[in-house]
């Protein structure tokens, strides 16, 4: 008998394979079909390892199979995958259940002619864990003449594409980009915000702890918790809605909104509403903050976060910023958190690296651009227009705050005045928040503020 966990991770990797979902929705609906816990946290492993490491698990197939991945059978591949990845990360399960649930897989796939090459392929692998053929880290000082082998280190064994690799490298250096990509591969923290409508951070981890719940304070938002050991997710006796489950680097963008956003707020683009809700916390009775987003299933989740922070004069439109946006009063504070690439998040979501390529890139910037100058029209004289992304990508960050600082009326904010409590460290040279896995410790975001020159308009909502 297969072991659930493994078939589990099997259709997870098919599904990504074909197309038809990303890993988080994947590892969603697969982990509903499984009943134990045990068999839930393996599955999402697996299929979260294999997407991190997926260039050096194909690389290993290429080496042992002696044939090419596009001349296998894709069923093939992802069976191959899932089970490399566990007898090279994850030793403490036996390797003759791998390689035996690996050949039974293959039967169940429908691929029973491939069942002893499988076999052989594994067990080829299992024997050369201890000295595997993958490209060494190159020794000694960075050079240009040794840039092949670096690049191939950085984007087979750290498990890059190569056009991501080969800017991190030129951008970086080599011991900067290969922090980042150790990061990148490494588990993620579970990481909560304390919701101040609810509970500040020392109430919540007390009440955290009482339930074997242990956390420490986030290195630089002030409300972020890190999760050190316990579940906080499965405990009833935390009081709902205490703490929202948000990256810490995500935080810190909320900070650039001000001590004091004002009477108004509009938030363009503001699911899963962890931002959102944590301005409602500061605006008091007198506020009103405006949440929008462009899609139905993002609308859903956006009032659901709501509702469970209990966030108070928050209204949600739905709107899409990349079209002029309808209101006719303006607001003290916009914030544009606009779809991005996504690849500072590589590290809680490793199959983005395998979905996006570098053409990508101008088409998304634009698209932000148009964004921010559709958002910029809804700010009022003396108020704030914040601009961020998850992005890791200069064209996505500074080159469109570079394009859209020429727009009449606004000037820039250095992000060290937007809020008191913003740390200076992470905020770059020019004034922008920007935060990195080799110099933070976190994902890769970015954020500018700009104003309105001005007097505050006492017609904003």
Not at 13 to 19: E, F, K, Y
Not at 272 to 286: M, Y
Request: net charge positive.
């Amino acid at each position: 008998m297969i072991a659930p966990a493994r078939i589990a991770a099997y259709d997870v990797l098919r599904a990504i394979s074909r197309g038809r979902a990303d890993l988080p929705s994947a590892v969603v609906h697969a982990r509903a079909a499984l009943e134990d816990d045990r068999d839930r946290a393996l599955a999402a492993e697996i299929a979260t390892g294999v997407q991190r490491w997926r260039a050096a698990l194909d690389h290993l197939i290429v080496r042992f199979a002696k044939r090419r991945i596009d001349r296998l059978d894709p069923e093939v591949v992802d069976i191959l995958r899932l089970s490399i990845y566990q007898l090279v990360h994850l030793t403490r399960v036996p390797a003759a259940a791998v390689v035996d649930d690996a050949v039974n897989l293959a039967g169940k796939a429908g691929k029973k002619s491939a069942r002893g090459f499988v076999n052989a392929v594994l067990r080829a692998v299992s024997r050369s864990r201890s000295a595997l053929p993958l490209p060494p880290r190159p020794d000694g000082v960075s050079r240009p003449d040794r840039r092949h082998e670096e690049l191939e280190y950085l984007s087979v064994t750290l498990s890059h594409p190569p056009w991501l690799a080969a800017r991190w490298l030129d951008r970086l250096g080599f011991d900067a980009a290969e922090k980042w990509m150790l990061f990148n591969n490494a588990a993620a923290p579970l990481t909560l915000r304390a919701n101040r409508i609810k509970a500040d951070p020392e109430a919540l981890a007390a009440d955290l702890e009482r339930v074997d719940v242990v956390v420490r304070p986030g290195a630089y938002a002030p409300d972020a918790l890190i999760v050190e050991s316990g579940h906080p997710l499965k405990h009833p006796g935390v009081e709902a809605g205490t703490f929202v489950v948000q990256d810490e680097a995500s935080q810190l963008v909320t900070l650039l909104a001000g001590a004091n956003p004002g009477r108004s707020v509009l938030d363009a683009c503001a699911s899963p509403g962890g931002k959102a809700t944590a301005i409602a916390g500061t605006l008091g009775d007198s506020g009103r903050l405006i949440a929008c987003d462009v899609r139905a299933r993002r609308i859903a989740l956006l009032r659901r976060t709501i509702a469970a922070t209990g966030a108070r004069h928050v209204f949600v439109v739905q709107a899409d910023v990349e079209q002029p946006l309808p209101f006719s009063a303006t607001f003290d504070c916009v914030i544009v958190d606009a779809p991005c690439s996504g690849l500072g998040t590589l590290r809680r979501d490793p199959d983005i690296r395998w979905r996006r390529v570098e053409a990508d890139l101008p088409a998304l910037a634009a698209s932000q651009l148009a964004m921010l100058r559709n958002a910029g029209e809804c700010v009022a004289p003396g108020g704030r227009l914040v601009y961020a992304t998850c992005s890791s990508e200069p064209e996505e960050n500074e080159m469109v705050v570079a394009e859209f600082a020429s727009t009449p009326g606004f000037q820039p904010l250095d992000a060290r005045k937007a809020h008191p409590m913003l740390p200076s460290a992470v905020v770059d040279e020019r004034g922008h928040l920007r935060t990195a896995p080799d110099r933070h410790g976190l994902e890769a975001f970015f954020g500018a503020v700009f104003t309105r020159r001005g007097e505050p308009d006492r017609r904003s909502l």
